[in-house]
């Protein structure tokens, strides 16, 4: 039973640093793991991958440092199939503390497969209060931004000529980490009928099957996974694919955790009982 | 990786062992850190705000464009700094008033529509004798448990205790696949860590 008590009241650092050993550890000694592609993200890849070339793609991205080791892998999946199908994008972000980092992202990728601003993609910035900014771009894309993040009036660019709303837009994927989701659901989809997909944190994805059941999402991208899951689909493993391999061996961890905190507090419920 | 890089990333990587060593027990690095992460992030986004709401929406326009009508939101968003005051507070609630009016007018029918009614037509579908249709019955029936559950004007016992267990179940079910996509996202976050505090050995020693 003194075994059973010890395992009920293990340290919590200790569980911590076999966490931490359990991803330092895949990393020395690779295993690659299998990634199934799941429906949902598969919906988002067809929607992308049927368009014409040329078509335009609004990108909202809302996301900061705390919630990008998600969101990084899966824009980066998404932005590499666009530009490879030669399908133009049209970023924006307006979660404030991450305006940059999805710019720098965008202009990495672009630059990557030698895309040109203005021609193949542009990036609008940040503007506060989402809701009213995704309907003033349903009418115009020049009341909320009538300049994009660089200060270049959105006439001057290439892309945009003949560009006026969602209307002369294919798809909005909006990579997103806050509640953003629900605006661009309710404010956007609902308002203007634009086919919307979505790439949320893992710990978001569950609240969004319903969308998805609904048919008012077109597919879900759910946090790392996901990611992972796009990538294979693009056949370019990258940082998910990575995250994944480390992520299928950790869990494995936790579930022995898991298994071995209730065969302890199984074996000690009976003892508990008895003192009370 | 530049010396410039190098130097940032290790201010980068420093900071990352200091939130970690929380881990271990409280302690003054990780008080700086935390507090670090929450000045420069009030601070940026304070300055983000200022430059993409006040100077666009109140200096441009007023000032450089002559567009005199954006005085009226302006004056509207000045009252409502007179929270800060007693005599004058009664003027924020104008703002208030205001900001809640077109919010609400624009929000509630469209929210009804998108959240309520197409979440309804959508749990209302023919029942197909395949995979589907099993899930679609499983859904209903746990919606219709669930809903039981939480329903408390009557007793929770016989059929009815019955049927509020199995909705009970299916929240446990749910709130089991949130936690584990939370555990799932955590750990997300601490491979991503991990992985820059590797790149940046790696560089440091020229690897």
């Known amino acids: 039973m003194y075994f059973f008590e010890r395992i009920t009241k293990f340290d919590r650092r200790i569980i911590f640093l076999v966490i931490g050993l359990s991803v330092i550890l895949p990393l020395l000694f690779r295993v690659d793991m299998p990634v199934d592609v799941t429906q949902e993200v598969k919906n988002v890849y067809d929607r992308i991958d049927e368009l014409p070339e040329g078509s335009i793609i609004v990108l909202p991205c809302e996301y900061a440092p705390d919630t990008m080791a998600e969101l990084e892998p899966m824009l980066f999946a998404v932005l590499r199939h666009c530009f490879r199908k030669n399908i133009r994008v049209i970023g924006c972000g307006f979660f404030v503390t991450g305006v940059t980092l999805v710019e720098q992202e965008l202009r990495q990728i672009a630059k990557e497969e030698g895309k040109v601003y203005g021609k193949d993609y542009i990036f609008l910035g940040y503007r506060p209060y989402p809701a009213v900014v995704i309907m003033s771009m349903g009418q115009d894309f020049r009341q909320s931004f009538p300049e994009d993040y660089y200060g270049t009036p959105l006439d001057s660019l290439p892309m945009m000529k003949n560009v006026k709303n969602y209307k002369d837009t294919k798809l909005v994927l909006t990579i997103n980490a806050t509640s953003g989701v629900d605006y661009w659901i309710i404010y956007g989809h609902e308002r203007y009928g634009f086919p919307l997909a979505i790439g949320v944190t893992a710990v978001m994805a569950a609240d969004y099957y319903s969308y998805l059941n609904s048919g008012q999402i077109v597919g879900i991208i759910g946090g790392l996974k996901g990611a992972a899951e796009y990538e294979k689909l693009i056949g370019q493993g990258d940082l998910a694919t990575m995250g994944m391999n480390i992520q299928s061996f950790v869990h494995l961890v936790i579930v022995l955790f898991i298994v071995i905190g209730n065969v302890g507090y199984l074996m000690t419920r009976k003892k508990r009982k008895g003192l009370e | ?207």
């Open chain 2, 1 to 207: 990786m530049g010396t410039s890089e190098l130097l940032w990333n290790g201010l980068a990587a420093i900071l990352t062992l200091a939130i970690f060593s929380f881990l271990y027990r409280d302690n003054p690095f990780y008080k700086f850190a935390e507090r670090l992460v929450a000045g420069v992030s009030a601070g940026y986004w304070t300055m983000l705000l200022y430059h993409t709401s006040f100077t666009d929406k109140v200096i441009v326009p007023i000032f450089q464009q002559n567009e005199w009508w954006y005085i009226i939101p302006s004056i509207l968003g000045l009252m409502m700094w007179t929270r800060f005051s007693r005599k004058w507070s009664w003027l924020s609630r104008i703002s208030l008033a205001f900001y809640i009016g077109i919010s609400a007018g624009v929000a509630l029918p469209i929210s009804m529509y998108a959240s309520i009614y197409k979440q309804l037509e959508a749990s209302m579908v023919p029942i197909a004798f395949d995979m589907a249709g099993i899930n679609s019955v499983l859904v209903t029936i746990g919606l219709i448990c669930s809903l039981a559950y939480f329903f408390f004007s009557k007793e929770h016992s016989g059929l009815f205790g019955k049927v509020s267990r199995v909705g009970i179940y299916t929240l446990m079910i749910g709130f089991g696949a949130g936690f584990g996509l939370t555990v799932m996202g955590r750990i997300s976050l601490f491979i991503d860590r991990v992985l820059f505090l590797k790149d940046y050995i790696l560089a440091l020693f020229g690897a």
